[in-house]
């Protein structure tokens, strides 16, 4: 079983940043695709961003050019560097681990709260 810990998020006023970090208890390199998704009171959960064992990078329109993917493979960590925060990026912030290739698996963090006041 693969576990994922979210850390990072908090309070932060509009046009602050914040940096969200998920920590996998297995080698990252290893997983097919990392990804952060969030999910604001009332909605749906949307996809935020992900990176690839390749390290292909793609993030969701509504943020392009205010967050940023990447990864630490030597401290197995992804993070989500969110830069310019609206209040519309609030909302749970959750890392998700997929293996496509057998093994398969499906895994999801616990989540973090982002909180961006105006």
């Keep these: ?10 309070l932060v006023q509009a046009g602050g940043s914040l940096r969200l970090s998920c920590a996998a208890s297995i080698r990252i390199s290893t997983i097919n695709t990392i990804l952060w998704y969030r999910q604001a009171p009332g909605k ?21 050019g205010r967050f940023t993917i990447s990864r630490t ?7 989500l560097q969110m830069n310019s925060l ?4 609030t909302g749970v912030y959750y890392c998700r ?15 973090t709260q982002v909180t961006v006041s105006s």
């Design 86 to 89: 609206r209040p519309e990026d």
């Design 44 to 64: 749906q959960r949307e996809l935020v961003a992900f990176i690839t064992s390749g390290g292909s990078t793609s993030v969701a329109t509504s943020v392009k």
């Design 1 to 10: 079983q693969v576990q994922l810990v979210e850390s990072g998020g908090g």
């Design 97 to 111: 681990a997929q293996r496509t290739v057998a093994p398969t698996y499906d895994y999801w963090g616990q989540g």
């Design 73 to 79: 493979n030597a401290r197995n960590t992804v993070d």
